[in-house]
């Protein structure tokens, strides 16, 4: 028998979550940032006691346009460019 479909879903979500409640308790608050990305430059940068990258706008690799023109790439036969190499050769 098939597990339902959500069930997979609900399977990955609390075992994500058991690994959050095992990273915050092993380690001390001070030494550990949940960060949201959401939340941009300042979290990250307060943390890591740092300024805030001037005129340098945060990120956004998994925006919903970006997903989207990879998802187009991928469905015409092309290649998908990351920016952590080209994978393997």
């Keep these: ?11 990955a979500v609390a075992a994500f979550h058991r690994h959050v409640a095992a990273v915050k308790e092993s380690l001390p608050a001070d030494r550990l940032l949940v960060f949201d990305v959401r939340e941009g430059w300042e ?3 307060r943390f890591l006691d740092v300024a805030v990258p001037a005129g340098e ?13 990879t ?19």
């Design 57 to 69: 706008p945060f990120p956004h690799l998994n925006d919903s346009e970006a997903i989207k023109k």
């Design 1 to 11: 028998m098939q597990p339902q479909k959500g069930h997979e879903e609900e399977v």
């Design 71 to 89: 998802m187009e790439r991928l469905m015409q036969g092309g290649d998908i460019s990351t920016p952590f190499g080209s994978g393997p050769a």
């Design 43 to 45: 979290p990250l940068c």
